[in-house]
T-cell receptor, first 114, second 113 residues
Framework: NAGVTQTPKFQVLKTGQSMTLQCAQD?????MSWYRQDPGMGLRLIHY???????DQGEVPNGYNVSRSTTEDFPLRLLSAAPSQTSVYFC?????????????FGPGTRLLVL | AQSVTQLGSHVSVSEGALVLLRCNYS??????LFWYVQYPNQGLQLLLK??????LVKGINGFEAEFKKSETSFHLTKPSAHMSDAAEYFC???????????FGKGTRLSVIA
């Protein structure tokens, strides 16, 4: 198993540009989520999904879109990048068998918006 | 709703000394509690988790944590710090159903030789 993979590892954008952060998992996990990590803020939830075709907003969803057309993939779209979206983005996945299930994290995507 | 407070954004210990990282939680339902570790420029790795049953939970790399419901705490300890323990540590909580994992702000652990 490759686990949770994220691409790209690093990206530089100009203000106003759009892009998609890719996330894929090969563990047949129903639950997937996106977090952003900023210094001193911990990890904050952006969006999450409990299965294909189902998504919901987290704590900081503004400026981001998601879709879940397959179990394996959960891309995060930045519609019009802003400097405030400079951050490290982590994708995670787990089984939906109960809240005790461990979430597995990808290696992260470091995004710089100029 | 669930929330987590980690006391101390930075903790510094000498090599061989006790490591104590504090975590208090708030939850309206019986919580499921997690500690994750993040080494520089890497993702998050699970150290240990509390679900039900025994309140003292042992994890990887010699870490353990004790769930204390009366104190709403889940502090992380290790008897003897090693240089390789230097990292950022995150406490997290999940409630019932498919509720998301909620993280604390993290504690950076430095180990001094």
């Amino acid at each position: 198993n490759a686990g949770v993979t994220q691409t790209p590892k690093f990206q530089v954008l100009k203000t106003g540009q759009s892009m998609t952060l890719q996330c894929a998992q090969d563990m047949n996990h129903e639950y997937m989520s996106w977090y952003r990590q900023d210094p001193g803020m911990g990890l904050r939830l952006i969006h999450y999904s409990v299965g294909a075709g189902i998504t919901d907003q987290g704590e900081v969803p503004n400026g981001y879109n998601v879709s879940r057309s397959t179990t394996e993939d959960f891309p995060l779209r930045l519609l019009s990048a802003a400097p405030s979206q400079t951050s490290v983005y982590f994708c995670a996945s787990s089984y939906v068998r109960g809240p005790q299930e461990t979430q597995y994290f990808g290696p992260g995507t470091r995004l710089l918006v100029l | 709703a669930q929330s987590v407070t980690q006391l101390g954004s930075h903790v510094s210990v000498s090599e061989g000394a006790l490591v104590l990282l504090r975590c208090n939680y708030s939850s309206s339902v019986p919580p499921y509690l997690f500690w994750y570790v993040q080494y520089p420029n890497q993702g998050l790795q699970l150290l240990l988790k509390y679900t039900t049953g025994a309140t003292l939970v042992k994890g990887i790399n010699g870490f353990e944590a004790e769930f204390k419901k009366s104190e709403t705490s889940f502090h992380l300890t290790k008897p003897s710090a090693h240089m390789s323990d230097a990292a950022e540590y995150f406490c997290a909580v999940r409630g019932g159903g498919n509720t998301p994992l909620v993280f604390g702000k993290g504690t950076r652990l430095s180990v001094i030789a």
